[in-house]
């Protein structure tokens, strides 16, 4: 290693110097970032659902994948009138 640390102010240009999160609409799991792109709902709201059992997820290792089908049928299911708790 170099020896050379970061501060959070690069870290945080090096972040607002990536190109925006583009989902390939074929994959079936999603990571947090994609799926808020995709769906337009915040990391809080989409934690909550996949908590509450109402959106699939799988967990591996640290790294959380939502399952694109079960979000759809879940927004499908909302737009259709249907009242869902979330929490």
Not at 23 to 43: F, H, K, V
Request: aromatic share 4%; net charge positive; hydrophobic share 35%.
């Amino acid at each position: 290693m170099s020896g050379r640390t970061t501060s959070v102010k690069d870290r945080e240009v090096h972040r607002a110097n990536e190109p925006p999160i583009v989902s390939d609409l074929r994959r079936e799991w999603l990571n947090y970032r994609e799926a808020e792109g995709l769906t337009g709902l915040s990391r809080t709201t989409l934690w909550k659902l996949v908590g509450a059992g109402q959106v699939k997820a799988a967990k591996v290792g640290r790294a959380v994948r939502i399952n694109r089908r079960s979000l759809e049928c879940f927004l499908r299911r909302a737009s259709e009138g249907e009242r869902e708790t979330i929490m």
